[in-house]
């Protein structure tokens, strides 16, 4: 099915519109004429997915809210299955003399806390990252919808990385809210040996010495971290889905079955996941050694740290982003299969478009 992903390390997802046009606009005019045949058997491809039975209209009430369960679970499941690998993480990013990597981290908190010590934090991490997971991909579809409602139609394919990128960072914006307060517990539980070990035993103690606001102080720098991930994460994967489907598949995506499908959704997530690792670690470094502070700010922990300082772990966490997002994009779209949601296909240039460039009659 894969033939070949060489040409994608050729391809930039990130095109201006006026090249992407250009491209767009010589692959059209070189392609050959098709066979009366070919061509009849793609309408009717076309015409049996046209006729193919959605539980609800793309863009209702109903469509947001599944894909907002759907965000529930990519999310809770995924971060909630490697915090023995977040918490190793936590612990080099916060205490880098004691856990030396990530081999020594899990050696060093097994011989300390025994196996059981490796999933310390599951619970703020399953409760947290649901509610994060609900309103990045719920809100997403929905600012994605409202945007592109707004530039146009031939906008939006003209400027869709720039929609991909400013629906996912709305959608963040809000979601870092929602994850914020479990967040600083997790993080507390995690790297602070006897503090708690449980959330019922956290958020009280958290409350009584600093109020409110220990639940709430990393939030900005979880804007500063998610923001350019969850960005990175949605527009990536949305051009390099585009793009596989384009130079590697060697078929239209409404040819190839729903497992081919999930499998292209499955090394998008991936691909996108990696470059998610490196924009968001310096952050995610500042948020782990705030929470575990007290009266730090973001400024004097980022000062401290120094730029060598803020990019330890990264090997850890690309491992552990790069399968998480792979993973959540896979469950995000089983999810939408199994309750038979609308799923647009890669974007193509408006026949108005076409018609503007002079490349149809």
Same mark, same amino acid.
């Given at each position: 099915?894969?033939?070949?992903?060489?040409?994608?390390?050729?391809?930039?997802?990130?095109?201006?519109?006026?090249?992407?046009?250009?491209?767009?606009?010589?692959?059209?005019?070189?392609?050959?004429?098709?066979?009366?045949?070919?061509?009849?058997?793609?309408?009717?491809?076309?015409?049996?997915?046209?006729?193919?039975?959605?539980?609800?209209?793309?863009?209702?009430?109903?469509?947001?809210?599944?894909?907002?369960?759907?965000?529930?679970?990519?999310?809770?499941?995924?971060?909630?299955?490697?915090?023995?690998?977040?918490?190793?993480?936590?612990?080099?990013?916060?205490?880098?003399?004691?856990?030396?990597?990530?081999?020594?981290?899990?050696?060093?908190?097994?011989?300390?806390?025994?196996?059981?010590?490796?999933?310390?934090?599951?619970?703020?991490?399953?409760?947290?990252?649901?509610?994060?997971?609900?309103?990045?991909?719920?809100?997403?579809?929905?600012?994605?919808?409202?945007?592109?409602?707004?530039?146009?139609?031939?906008?939006?394919?003209?400027?869709?990385?720039?929609?991909?990128?400013?629906?996912?960072?709305?959608?963040?914006?809000?979601?870092?809210?929602?994850?914020?307060?479990?967040?600083?517990?997790?993080?507390?539980?995690?790297?602070?040996?006897?503090?708690?070990?449980?959330?019922?035993?956290?958020?009280?103690?958290?409350?009584?010495?600093?109020?409110?606001?220990?639940?709430?102080?990393?939030?900005?720098?979880?804007?500063?971290?998610?923001?350019?991930?969850?960005?990175?994460?949605?527009?990536?994967?949305?051009?390099?889905?585009?793009?596989?489907?384009?130079?590697?598949?060697?078929?239209?995506?409404?040819?190839? /079955?729903? *497992? +081919?499908? $999930?499998?292209?959704?499955?090394?998008? =997530?991936?691909?996108? !996941?990696? &470059?998610?690792? #490196?924009?968001?670690?310096?952050?995610?470094?500042?948020?782990?050694?705030?929470?575990?502070?007290?009266?730090? /700010?973001? *400024? +004097?922990? $980022?000062?401290?740290?120094?730029?060598? =300082?803020?990019?330890? !772990?990264? &090997?850890?966490? #690309?491992?552990?982003?790069?399968?998480?997002?792979?993973?959540?994009?896979?469950?995000?779209?089983?999810?939408?299969?199994?309750?038979?949601?609308?799923?647009?296909?890669?974007?193509?240039?408006?026949?108005?478009?076409?018609?503007?460039?002079?490349?149809?009659?």
């Amino acid at each position: 099915m894969f033939s070949s992903v060489a040409p994608l390390a050729r391809l930039n997802p990130f095109h201006a519109p006026h090249l992407q046009l250009q491209q767009d606009g010589v692959s059209l005019r070189r392609r050959p004429a098709e066979p009366a045949e070919a061509a009849c058997t793609r309408r009717s491809l076309a015409a049996a997915s046209a006729e193919e039975e959605y539980s609800c209209e793309y863009g209702s009430l109903k469509f947001y809210a599944l894909c907002g369960f759907g965000g529930v679970l990519s999310c809770g499941l995924t971060h909630t299955a490697v915090v023995p690998l977040d918490l190793v993480k936590c612990r080099i990013q916060v205490d880098p003399q004691k856990y030396k990597s990530i081999f020594n981290g899990f050696s060093v908190t097994v011989r300390e806390d025994g196996v059981r010590g490796l999933a310390k934090g599951w619970a703020p991490t399953f409760i947290g990252y649901s509610m994060q997971g609900l309103c990045k991909f719920g809100f997403y579809e929905i600012f994605k919808v409202l945007y592109g409602n707004m530039l146009g139609e031939e906008n939006a394919y003209l400027w869709r990385t720039s929609l991909y990128l400013a629906a996912s960072a709305s959608a963040e914006f809000f979601a870092d809210i929602a994850l914020a307060p479990m967040e600083a517990a997790k993080v507390r539980i995690q790297t602070q040996p006897g503090y708690a070990n449980t959330l019922r035993q956290a958020a009280p103690k958290m409350f009584a010495e600093e109020g409110i606001w220990a639940f709430y102080k990393g939030v900005a720098p979880l804007w500063m971290r998610q923001i350019p991930y969850t960005m990175m994460k949605f527009a990536c994967f949305e051009r390099t889905v585009e793009a596989l489907y384009k130079y590697v598949v060697p078929k239209p995506r409404s040819e190839c /079955s729903k *497992g +081919e499908q $999930l499998v292209v959704t499955f090394i998008a =997530g991936y691909i996108a !996941g990696v &470059f998610c690792a #490196i924009v968001s670690h310096p952050a995610d470094s500042v948020v782990s050694v705030l929470n575990k502070e007290k009266g730090s /700010s973001a *400024g +004097e922990v $980022l000062k401290r740290l120094g730029f060598k =300082g803020v990019w330890k !772990g990264l &090997f850890a966490r #690309i491992i552990m982003i790069g399968t998480l997002t792979a993973l959540q994009w896979f469950i995000y779209d089983s999810v939408k299969v199994y309750f038979k949601l609308p799923r647009p296909p890669p974007p193509e240039m408006p026949e108005s478009l076409k018609r503007k460039l002079g490349l149809i009659e």
